[in-house]
């Protein structure tokens, strides 16, 4: 029987696993032998590890649980960390943490909303070196789920906060495998309750695509979350393209502290029209020799295209309507991901099953495909993108060290400042 991702499993004498993490409260102080109860059951045990005087309430990650003298320990080992969980406050709701950060799009909504970005959070090599050379604030490289990144991020927490992360899409979009929990990927989700809970969130904003709306794991996920913990969990559907020029329908959530009386997630704000390309800009962006070779489709593209079921045709941008779903694998379908998540393109059949999905601008000249004269496409910039987005182009400025693609990829997968705000 494992540990439950927020708390001690009631019944102890069955834990396999020696390593727990709680939250505690104690009872009574003393060197070395300090009684302990659970925040959620109200499970007593004594713990060794140090906690600071006068303070309540405290954090074990990765405690070893012990059974002696007709006692529970919660004993210090090599990796376990411990920290003080402060009294929450008001005045933290301007406070953000920014994990599954990417390229932290999201947190120019927030700002403009007079938010405060305490720390960024990403686990991929590729983004975190990104937002480190342009970010302000600190930025920590590690796995949500993982109690060393939730100790990390704990020493740039001094108050109340609000945790904001936009979880991995691929266990639960259309356009992905559908895995739900059994997807590795799902971690995000799960992790990131897990390090709300730790740090005492006032709030935790999570975002996805629409289909977590409708994700029985994820509904289960939350429901539990809620019960053990007395928040209160608001969810909405966001439709970009009621305000803004892109399609990006995306499922929000809130998992608030019950003095905060969350009643709702507002809707966008419609436009009585549907906004296309053409409403927002004219013409494409100009751009560089350097940039156009970055961006222009290879032949084995065009030919993966042309040859995709459906064809190229759908895949060619139409301006007179709102910009399609933008996905973190534009730029590389049938190539390795900048990012290093994937070492090769889409499988054959995958794309024989689902075909390929992008959003392709048309160049003046043309290409021959063996004895085929075709038109040739490039990707979006990823200027583009971030504009019919909601994000200000100059945050994804070109530059000599970052490949466009890798920035398309990174904008592809971002929670728009629109709906963040």
Known sequence: MRCSPWELDPDFNKLEDPLVSVVLKTVVCQPGRHMCLTTINHQQFFTDCVLQKGIESHVILNGVLQYSEGKWWIKAGPDTRTFPRQVAEMKGLYKVIDACSGIGAVTQGFTECGAQIVCHIESNQAFHQWQEARSQSPCIRGCVNDPNTVYEVSKHVQESHV????????????????????????????????????????????????????????????????????????????????????QRTRWWAIIAHPALSVQSIPPMPSMRFVPSVMHLIRSMLPMSESEMAQLVLSLYELRSFHDAPGGIGPNVIDVYKAMKTATHSWGSQVLACLCACRSNGFSQKRIDQKGLYAVLIPLEKEEMLGNRKVQAMRHPHPQEVALLNGLLPSHVKPSTTVPLRLELAGVGQLASPLQGA
């Open 163 to 246: 945790l904001s992360a936009g979880i991995s899409c691929q266990p639960f979009s259309g356009l992905g495998d559908g895995g739900q929990g059994q997807d590795p990927r799902s971690a995000s989700f799960t992790g990131v309750m897990m390090m709300g809970f730790f740090l005492g969130s006032l709030a935790i904003i999570l975002e996805c695509t629409k289909e977590a709306n409708q994700s029985e794991w994820i509904q289960q996920q939350l429901h539990r979350f809620a019960t053990q913990t007395g928040c209160t969990v608001r969810q909405s559907i966001l439709k970009l393209h009621e305000t803004w020029p892109a």
